[in-house]
Nanobody, 127 residues
C-alpha cells in the first residue's frame, strides 16, 4: 500500500509561482512512476505532468509545458511540481498519483495507469 500526501497549494497571483510536494509512504516509491493531475470545478480530471521512476523521463500537458517542472527526490520519497507563470486557468485541485512497477523510462498520461492517488491540494490563481 502506498499513501500519497500533497502539500504546497494555496492562493497565488497570476504570473506568480507555487511549488507542490507529494510525500509517499512505503518502500516502492523509487520503483514507481509518478504523475500530477488536476481537476477544476465542473471539469474532468486532466493530466498535468509525469516523471519516470528514476527521473530521467518527463512529460507535460501542452497547457503547462514551459511553465511547470516536475521533479523527484527518491531519497526523500517526494515528487514536486514547480509551477511558474501561473494563470487563472491553472486554478484546480491538484492530485499526485503513483504507478507501481513502471519500467525504467516510462511516463504515463492516462489516469487509469495509476494505482494510488493522493487527496489533492487546492491551487487558486487570481487575476
Amino acid at each position: 500500500q502506498v499513501q500519497l500526501v500533497e502539500s504546497g497549494g494555496g492562493l497565488a497571483q497570476a504570473g506568480g509561482s507555487l511549488r507542490l510536494s507529494c510525500a509517499a509512504s512505503g518502500r516502492t516509491f523509487s520503483s514507481s512512476a509518478m504523475g500530477w493531475f488536476r481537476q477544476a470545478p465542473g471539469k474532468e480530471r486532466e493530466f498535468v505532468a509525469a516523471i519516470s521512476r528514476g527521473g530521467a523521463s518527463t512529460d507535460y500537458a501542452d497547457s503547462v509545458k514551459g511553465r511547470f517542472i516536475i521533479s523527484r527526490d527518491n531519497a526523500k520519497n517526494t515528487v514536486y511540481l514547480q509551477m511558474n507563470s501561473l494563470k487563472p486557468e491553472d486554478t484546480a485541485v491538484y492530485f499526485c498519483a503513483a504507478n507501481r512497477g513502471a519500467t525504467a523510462y516510462s511516463t504515463y498520461s492516462a489516469s487509469g495507469a495509476y494505482d494510488y492517488w493522493g487527496q489533492g491540494t487546492q491551487v487558486t490563481v487570481s487575476s
